[in-house]
């Protein structure tokens, strides 16, 4: 089973560029979410979406923003990357509804800002 | 709001020793509880979880109570492995109230032979 496939796993942006993670599950799961871990943070919720053409803002939104048209999909966009925006990229899935916990994480995608 | 307190690391243990990660939270409701672990490389994955007070999670040997009174759940483990090494993420949610997984900063495990 693929469960959740972030792509790329590591890029190098500079700043200003834009650019797109992209994030799929086929598990069809109706709960999306992106968070960025950083050292001595933990993880912090960026966005997230209980459905297709719903989405809402986590605890750090700002600098991204993402979409959700169909349920496999949910890419994060970085419109003007800044050197803050250095971090690694976790894409997490879950059936909405289930009080099972338990969040389904791809492998990440480290990118840096220079 | 909502809160996860875990203790700082890296924690550095040799192989079969007693493992204690502190975690306390803070919620306004009635949270469930996880621990996550991240292995080098890798995304997080679920380690156990205790949806109500008194509820003892467990897997792989690794034991967590969720403690209402003392507003806690601590990770232990009777004797760890080289292969526990990883980061270990304590995790609250409080699912009907809409909340998201809040997590703790992470532990970082070290353990050698």
């Known amino acids: 089973n693929a469960g959740v496939t972030q792509t790329p796993k590591f890029q190098v942006l500079k700043t200003g560029q834009s650019m797109t993670l992209q994030c799929a599950q086929d598990?069809?799961?109706?709960?999306m979410s992106w968070y960025r871990q950083d050292p001595g943070m933990g993880l912090r919720l960026i966005h997230y979406?209980?459905?297709?053409?719903?989405?809402d803002q986590g605890e750090v939104p700002n600098g991204y923003n993402v979409s959700r048209s169909t349920t496999e999909d949910f890419p994060l966009r970085l419109l003007s990357a800044a050197p803050s925006q250095t971090s690694v990229y976790f894409c997490?899935?879950?059936?909405?509804?289930?009080?099972?916990?338990?969040?389904?994480f791809g492998e990440g995608s480290r990118l840096t800002v220079l | 709001g909502d809160s996860v307190t875990q203790m700082e690391g890296p924690v550095t243990l040799s192989e079969e020793a007693f493992l204690t990660i502190n975690c306390t939270y803070t919620?306004?409701?009635?949270?469930?509880l996880f621990w996550y672990v991240q292995y080098p490389g890798e995304g997080l994955q679920l380690l156990l979880k205790?949806?109500?007070?008194?509820d003892k999670g467990s897997n792989k040997g690794f034991e967590a109570t969720y403690r209402k009174e003392t507003t806690s759940f601590h990770l232990e483990k009777g004797s760890v492995q080289v292969s526990d090494s990883a980061v270990y993420f304590c995790?609250?949610?409080?699912?009907?109230?809409?909340?998201?997984?809040?997590f703790g900063k992470g532990t970082t495990l070290s353990v050698s032979s």
């Open positions: 995790a609250l949610s409080d699912w009907q109230a809409g909340t998201a997984l809040i």
């Open positions: 997490a899935s879950r059936r909405q509804g289930m009080n099972t916990g338990e969040l389904f």
């Open positions: 598990m069809n799961h109706e709960y």
């Open positions: 919620a306004t409701g009635y949270p469930s």
């Open positions: 979406s209980v459905g297709a053409g719903i989405t």
């Open positions: 205790a949806t109500k007070a008194d």
